[in-house]
């Protein structure tokens, strides 16, 4: 069974940069599509991108050309790069393991194995 470990969240002032890990254990997670989900309190999870096995990669339309995510097999690790962040960034964040090789969603549903979070926080 995939086991997912989050990791490089923390607090850091508006324009400044973190990098979120995302670590594969029991299994690896070449064959799957990594998604990053955030939540923030009292909103839904929503999708900030995701990368799958072909190294395709997607964002949503509120990170684009902020966030970078991209995956080191030889680690088992999948990466979030986030830069020029804002306040309104601010959530607990997640990665997700999907089945389905060369598809990435969105949407939490195709997403079966969930790290922990890590939280993030914008704010000067």
């Known amino acids: 069974q995939v086991q997912l470990v989050e990791s490089g969240g923390g607090l850091v002032q508006p324009g400044g940069s973190l990098r979120l890990s995302c670590a594969g254990s029991?299994?690896?997670?070449?064959?799957?599509?990594i998604g990053w989900f955030r939540q923030a309190p009292g909103k839904e999870r929503e999708g900030v991108s995701c990368?799958?096995?072909?190294?395709?990669?997607y964002y949503a339309d509120s990170v684009k050309g902020r966030f970078t995510i991209s995956r080191d097999n030889t680690k088992n690790t999948v990466y979030l790069q986030m830069n020029s962040l804002k306040p309104e960034d601010t959530a607990v964040y997640y990665c997700?393991?999907?089945?389905?090789?060369?598809?990435?969603?969105?949407?939490?549903?195709?997403?079966?194995?969930w790290g922990q979070g890590t939280q993030v926080t914008v704010s000067s």
């Open positions: 990368i799958d096995g072909s190294r395709r990669t």
């Open positions: 029991g299994g690896t997670l070449d064959y799957y599509a």
């Open positions: 997700a393991a999907a089945p389905t090789y060369s598809y990435c969603s969105g949407h939490p549903g195709p997403y079966q194995y």
